[in-house]
């Protein structure tokens, strides 16, 4: 019999470790094995997204200029023979079994959707996939503008790719097709008429790298996001606020640009001017165009200042974008604008909601050395206002959606 390593044993004694899984693909792992008796084939995890500008742009074919989040949702899963999809989200503590010939526009709504539809939405693209058992489990904040749904939908779409023969490590093209399958399970199946940049995000980030995103032509370009060098860094300010008329709001928002586009005769506001945008006699559609078009601009003058290393001409950009998307586009709300107040006030570079809006996050670019002060500035102002306790956390540029355990051979 071996005798148990020494304890104090050198590293080269020690038993060889299996490298660390993200803590919810561990989660979700062993609920897989608790739910159904089994291993699971696969262990894919996808991760959520901080954007840094261009808020409301990509449904208007505009520029946005996101970093994917450390914090992953992971789906465990094995394939089934038959044609159903049984989903257990650990998160919530539900349980749904859905038949993938039951599934279409609208149907299943709610959190089974995002599963369920994506898993749909892959086959309605030509991927041949089928029934499956998933166990979900996941670390970023659900509903708080962090893009959990999109986190979800990409760890479904890597994990069943693997499972029906695709690549454990799908190439950009492939991911692509994979994001464009989750975007089209959240605006058919749940119904909720967001743009790509989630989804894009998740499938196709790459660790240390902020993603320039042209929704024109599709174009993705990874571009070094290494502010820690400077002594930087993006605080998150989770407000935990979710107002409920974000959802209706969305939608209404997309509709008034499109029909400012059809206004000015051009086919997405991408194409239009400030001059142009200006003209607008209707003075909500024109406080619309115009935070459209002004932050497509400074998304480009910040992809500029990273370039040149500006980093307070970055935090500027910030402010202006976070005061056109309370005034002109109309999506803040008071816990958003408190955050971005009182980070600023403890000097931030800069603070802007970040998402959708109607509560969730707000980000500061601040310096490392005043993170303490920022943070204790945004506590107290929460307090002051009579408002909840925000959760603050320090967002760095996370990997892409991938693959972390298989069974499986690969393909
Ligand atoms: P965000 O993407 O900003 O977190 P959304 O409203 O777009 O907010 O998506 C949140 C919804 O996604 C949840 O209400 C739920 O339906 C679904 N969802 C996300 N993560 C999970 C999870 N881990 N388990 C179950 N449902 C989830
Ligand atoms: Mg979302």
């Given at each position: 019999?071996d005798?148990?390593?020494?304890?104090?044993?050198s590293?080269?004694?020690?038993?060889?470790?299996?490298?660390?899984?993200?803590?919810?693909a561990?989660?979700?792992?062993q609920?897989?094995?608790?739910?159904?008796?089994?291993?699971?084939?696969?262990?894919?995890?996808?991760?959520?997204r901080?954007?840094?500008?261009?808020?409301?742009?990509?449904?208007n074919?505009?520029?946005?200029?996101?970093?994917?989040?450390?914090?992953?949702t992971?789906?465990?899963?094995?394939a089934?023979?038959?044609?159903?999809?049984?989903?257990?989200s650990?998160?919530?503590?539900?349980?749904a079994?859905?038949?993938?010939a039951?599934?279409?526009?609208g149907?299943?709504?709610?959190?089974?959707?995002?599963?369920?539809?994506?898993?749909?939405?892959?086959?309605?693209?030509?991927?041949?996939v089928g029934?499956?058992?998933?166990?979900?489990?996941?670390?970023?904040?659900?509903?708080a503008?962090?893009s959990?749904?999109?986190?979800?939908?990409?760890a479904?779409?890597m994990?069943?790719?693997?499972?029906?023969?695709?690549?454990?490590?799908?190439d950009?093209?492939?991911?692509?097709?994979?994001?464009?399958?989750?975007?089209?399970?959240?605006?058919?199946?749940?119904?909720a008429?967001?743009?790509?940049?989630?989804?894009?995000?998740?499938l196709?980030?790459r660790?240390?790298?902020?993603?320039?995103?042209?929704?024109?032509?599709?174009?993705?370009?990874?571009?070094?996001?290494?502010?820690?060098?400077?002594?930087?860094?993006?605080?998150v300010i989770?407000t935990?606020a979710?107002?409920?008329?974000?959802?209706?709001?969305?939608?209404?928002?997309?509709?008034?640009?499109?029909?400012?586009?059809?206004l000015?005769?051009?086919?997405?506001?991408?194409e239009?001017?400030?001059d142009?945008v200006?003209g607008?006699?209707?003075?909500?559609?024109?406080?619309?165009?115009?935070?459209?078009?002004?932050?497509?601009?400074?998304?480009?003058?910040?992809?500029?200042?990273l370039?040149?290393?500006?980093?307070?001409?970055?935090?500027?950009?910030f402010?202006?974008?976070?005061?056109?998307?309370?005034?002109?586009?109309?999506?803040?709300c008071?816990?958003?604008?408190?955050?971005?107040?009182?980070?600023?006030?403890?000097?931030?570079?800069?603070?802007?909601?970040?998402?959708?809006?109607?509560?969730?996050?707000?980000?500061?670019l601040?310096?490392?050395?005043?993170?303490?002060?920022?943070e204790?500035?945004?506590?107290?102002?929460?307090?002051?206002?009579?408002?909840?306790e925000p959760?603050?956390?320090?967002?760095?540029?996370?990997?892409?959606?991938r693959?972390?355990?298989?069974?499986a051979?690969?393909?």
């Amino acid at each position: 019999m071996d005798s148990p390593a020494p304890l104090n044993a050198s590293p080269a004694d020690m038993p060889p470790r299996s490298p660390a899984l993200p803590e919810p693909a561990s989660a979700a792992q062993q609920g897989f094995i608790r739910h159904t008796a089994h291993s699971p084939e696969v262990v894919a995890v996808s991760p959520g997204r901080v954007n840094l500008i261009g808020e409301h742009t990509d449904y208007n074919a505009g520029l946005c200029l996101p970093i994917a989040l450390t914090q992953v949702t992971a789906a465990a899963a094995s394939a089934r023979t038959d044609e159903v999809v049984r989903i257990w989200s650990l998160d919530i503590d539900r349980h749904a079994a859905v038949a993938l010939a039951d599934v279409g526009e609208g149907k299943p709504r709610g959190w089974a959707g995002y599963v369920a539809g994506t898993v749909w939405a892959m086959r309605e693209a030509g991927i041949p996939v089928g029934g499956m058992d998933v166990v979900i489990s996941s670390e970023v904040p659900v509903g708080a503008g962090l893009s959990s749904s999109a986190a979800i939908e990409g760890a479904v779409a890597m994990a069943a790719f693997a499972l029906f023969g695709g690549s454990i490590d799908p190439d950009d093209d492939a991911r692509r097709t994979l994001a464009l399958a989750c975007q089209r399970a959240e605006n058919e199946v749940v119904g909720a008429p967001t743009g790509g940049l989630d989804q894009t995000t998740s499938l196709l980030a790459r660790p240390g790298h902020a993603l320039e995103l042209d929704f024109r032509d599709g174009g993705v370009h990874h571009t070094p996001f290494d502010i820690a060098a400077h002594g930087l860094e993006v605080l998150v300010i989770d407000t935990r606020a979710h107002h409920s008329l974000a959802d209706g709001q969305y939608g209404k928002r997309r509709a008034e640009c499109e029909e400012a586009a059809r206004l000015l005769g051009v086919e997405t506001l991408r194409e239009a001017s400030q001059d142009q945008v200006e003209g607008l006699t209707d003075g909500v559609l024109r406080r619309r165009a115009r935070h459209v078009v002004s932050e497509i601009a400074r998304v480009e003058a910040a992809v500029a200042a990273l370039e040149r290393e500006d980093f307070a001409e970055l935090g500027r950009l910030f402010d202006s974008s976070h005061a056109s998307l309370r005034d002109d586009y109309e999506v803040s709300c008071p816990e958003l604008d408190v955050a971005c107040e009182a980070a600023r006030g403890a000097g931030a570079l800069g603070a802007r909601m970040t998402g959708g809006g109607f509560g969730g996050s707000a980000i500061a670019l601040i310096e490392t050395s005043a993170r303490e002060a920022v943070e204790a500035a945004v506590r107290s102002a929460f307090a002051e206002a009579g408002l909840g306790e925000p959760n603050l956390f320090v967002a760095s540029p996370g990997a892409g959606a991938r693959v972390v355990l298989t069974t499986a051979e690969p393909q």
